[in-house]
């Protein structure tokens, strides 16, 4: 039987996809971001969509499945036998193969997410300027992971796309995958902030910081793997909603962890949005996370003289001028 690349359903779950995921990006980013740096964003989280394929069908199939194989062989015999003859029960039997799959795609994206930045900054003028302006890491690592994020939801497709289960399906079927996805677009560069933040501190806390990347994204995906082994007897099911749930606490906890890195790691406060001037009263205030947002505008409060009123996205104080 033969099956477009990607279904017309999800083609279009992708596209609404990548257009909620820009439409609540793009405004925090105008704020949150430093004027020169806006070219840097878009460079890297250019540069991030095609990460998400790479890293599966160059590094995850060709190289890690093979590893894991080869060690599932020398420790767990009966379940290499039991995957290579596709028991589906596999993975709820061996805790060796679970554990594998748990770490293999923390592993692959954490370094795929911060390897083309390492790279970029082997370059001594780009390295000088992220550096030297305090470069806000939050909203870089943003962008990388906003770019992987988009390639990623692609990526996703082309595989869903495969499975005879969806086939005729209408792309409002896949609304579950087009909130997961705007999701995980912020979850990964929340994720790798936790490494971005500490480029430029020494080796150690670079690793340091690359690891807990890792185990970030390995907590954020244990459910998921808890639900394939059907782990502590509960249904695969009640482990799909599990993860759900979490994946909405663990966005809403990375949030306020990001929004601590931004505000507190370059030695002076700043707001998470950045600081404007007031139309009205013309004083500086630090922009309130609550606002409407559009892409060049947002309808906030003003911190002074309490005006509610349309401010442009990139009216910001620059930090010499406060
Ligand atoms: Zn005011």
Known sequence: MHHRVVTESYAIASAVACVIALALAVPVFAASSAKGQRVWLVALAVTQLPMAALTFFAVRVPIVRPLWSRLLEAFDPDAARALAAHDPDVLARSPLLAALLAIEAPLTEELAKLGPLLLALLWPPLRR?????????????????????????????????????????????????????????GLHGLMTAV?????????????????????????????????????LGVASETWTMIATLWAQ????????????????????????????????????????????????????????????????????????LK
């Open 129 to 185: 300027r992220f550096f030297a302006d305090d470069a806000r890491r939050v909203p870089v690592a943003l962008a990388i992971g906003l770019g992987f994020g988009l390639g990623e939801i692609w990526l996703l497709a082309v595989i869903g796309s495969g499975a005879p289960e969806v086939q005729g399906l209408p792309w409002y079927a896949l609304s579950g995958f087009i909130v997961e996805r705007v999701m995980v677009c």
């Open 195 to 231: 490494a971005v933040v500490q480029l430029g501190r020494g080796a150690a806390r670079v690793t340091a910081g690359l690891l807990g990347a890792m185990a970030l994204h390995v907590a954020l995906n244990l459910p998921i793997v808890l639900s394939h082994a059907r782990a």
């Open 249 to 320: 606490v663990f966005l809403f906890v990375m949030i306020l962890v990001a929004r601590w890195m931004h505000v507190r790691r370059d030695g002076k406060p700043r707001s998470f949005l950045g600081d404007v001037r007031c139309p009205t009263c013309k004083q500086v205030y630090a922009r309130p996370l609550m606002g409407v947002n559009l892409p060049w505008a947002r309808y906030e409060e003003c911190g002074r003289c309490g005006t509610w009123q349309w401010v442009r996205a990139s009216d910001e104080v620059a930090d010499d």
